[in-house]
């Protein structure tokens, strides 16, 4: 089936570092969604990315929509403790008709304070 | 509103062991799905819905059965449970076929011994 490569798959950081994740693909996707989720629970949307080139922002957090439509980062900035999480990059496939969403393996990011 | 309430939150099940992972939202979506989260392999789609009647595997479906009598309503059922459905089950709903405003549920854990 097709794959999102996210990376990095983990990341410890400094309180106030900036820190940026990505995930790519070999499938051209119509959409790209980054989630988070806190530990216990369900991924929580944070940024939709409809449009190749589309730089989008939700507070700190920055997040594209590649050129070639296979590829997506998210960016946050000047990271504090409750930013410590698992973020997933999903992405819905062009072609696909039934809306279904391809996830990442996730990014596991622990903040030090 | 609840949103999505997913019952249990935790069980141990011994290997051959049925049980139903409970999925209920208040949200008057028509689109639902059964995930399982595995360490370091993302989301991965077991089945969904997209309205009361209507359900279709998803990318992991081997296992499971499910049923949709209302719009409410999707519960997961595990027939003859093995060590490898040892997973954290997540339920999400979205209102309509572009799913990327999925609600998650809590999230289910599950351990087959």
């Known amino acids: 089936g097709q794959q999102l490569n996210q990376s990095p798959q983990s990341m410890f950081i400094q309180e106030g570092e900036d820190v940026s994740m990505n995930c790519t693909s070999s499938?051209?996707?119509?959409?790209w969604l980054w989630y988070k989720q806190d530990p216990g629970e369900g991924p929580v949307l944070l940024i939709a990315l409809y449009k190749a080139g589309e730089l989008t922002s939700n507070g700190r957090l920055t997040a594209q929509f590649g050129i070639t439509r296979k590829d997506s980062f998210l960016n946050i900035s000047a990271s504090i403790p409750s930013d410590v999480g698992i973020y997933f990059c999903a992405g819905q496939l062009g072609s696909s008709n039934t809306g279904k969403l391809i996830f990442g393996q996730g990014t596991t990011l622990q903040v030090k304070p | 509103n609840a949103g999505v309430t997913q019952t249990p939150k935790f069980r141990i099940l011994k290997i051959g062991q049925s049980m139903t992972l409970q999925c209920a939202q208040d949200?008057?979506?028509?689109?639902m799905y059964w995930y399982r989260q595995d360490p370091g392999m993302g989301l991965k789609l077991i089945y969904y819905s997209v309205g009361a009647g209507i359900t279709d595997k998803g990318e992991v479906p081997n296992g499971y059965n499910v049923s949709r009598s209302t719009t409410e309503d999707f519960p997961l059922r595990l027939e003859l449970a093995a060590p490898s459905q040892t997973s954290v089950y997540f339920c999400a709903s979205s209102y309509g076929q572009i799913n990327e405003k999925l609600f998650f549920g809590s999230g289910t854990q599950l351990s087959v011994l």
């Open positions: 499938s051209i996707f119509n959409t």
């Open positions: 949200m008057n979506h028509n689109y």
